[in-house]
């Protein structure tokens, strides 16, 4: 099949069936090309209703999972994001489609790595790449008008928080090592306000603000 038809099916059948209904979205997940992230062995599975491995013991999220996460930041087209847990970078790239500037943290060098010049093929140009500990943030980039943690962390780490953007959404899994629950977090002039949009299951996030590496 064809990749463009193959990805016409997976937002019509897993994206807007499931409830996914912001248009820029939508329209993304339509566009970004999946497979390109994929190493050539995993390809005809792209568009496929799952997380697939992408090496390192990390794994691409499932396409509604990455809708779900997006759609939850609430883009409108001029904001700046900080994303933890590059990955492949096809989050990065749906992230870079629908906001100004993006910054993404990968602790893996050789992921971000990879990430990067598959960006750069694709010509996503607004996008800075770092290879760090995401859980302390980009202190000298922020206030963030949206954050996105695309790996499952005990906690909500404060510093994200403190980066926030007054009204600014993070979005982040928080739970256990095997099982999280996906929280919106919104910075509100009280304080917090916490959503919690459901179940889900991702590789541990490492660091400071994290898990610790065993
Ligand atoms: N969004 C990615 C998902 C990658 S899986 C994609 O679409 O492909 C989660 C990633 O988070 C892994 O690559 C892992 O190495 C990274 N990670 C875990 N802890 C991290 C930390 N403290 N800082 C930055 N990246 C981290």
Redesign the pocket.
């Known amino acids: 099949m064809e990749f463009a038809t193959a990805r016409n099916r997976m937002v019509e059948s897993q994206l807007i069936s499931r409830g996914i209904k912001d248009e820029r979205v939508l329209e993304t997940m339509r566009k970004v090309p999946r497979h390109s992230?994929l190493e050539e062995a995993l390809v005809s599975q792209a568009y496929n209703d799952h997380p697939l491995p992408?090496g390192?013991k990390?794994?691409?999220?499932q396409p509604y999972m990455?809708a779900l996460m997006t759609e939850a930041l609430e883009l409108q087209g001029h904001e700046k994001v900080l994303?933890?847990?590059?990955?492949?970078?096809?989050?990065?790239a749906i992230l870079a489609e629908l906001a100004e500037k993006i910054y993404s943290?990968?602790?893996?060098r050789s992921?971000s790595a990879k990430?990067q010049r598959i960006l750069d093929k694709l010509g996503y140009f607004n996008v800075v790449l770092v290879v760090?500990?995401?859980?302390v943030g980009l202190k000298e980039e922020a206030p963030f008008d949206a954050i996105?943690v695309?790996?499952g962390s005990p906690d909500v780490p404060q510093p994200l928080v403190d980066q926030l953007a007054m009204g600014g959404r993070l979005v982040i899994p928080v739970g256990d090592r095997y099982t999280q629950s996906l929280m919106q977090v919104v910075r509100v002039k009280e304080g917090i306000t916490k959503t919690d949009l459901g179940g889900c299951r991702?590789?541990?996030?490492?660091?400071?603000?994290?898990?610790e590496d065993s």
């Open positions: 992230f992408i390192e990390q794994t691409i999220s990455v994303e933890i847990g590059t990955g492949s970078g096809y989050q990065t943290i990968e602790r893996i992921l990430a760090g500990d995401g859980t996105i695309t790996a991702f590789v541990s996030l490492l660091g400071q603000h994290g898990w």
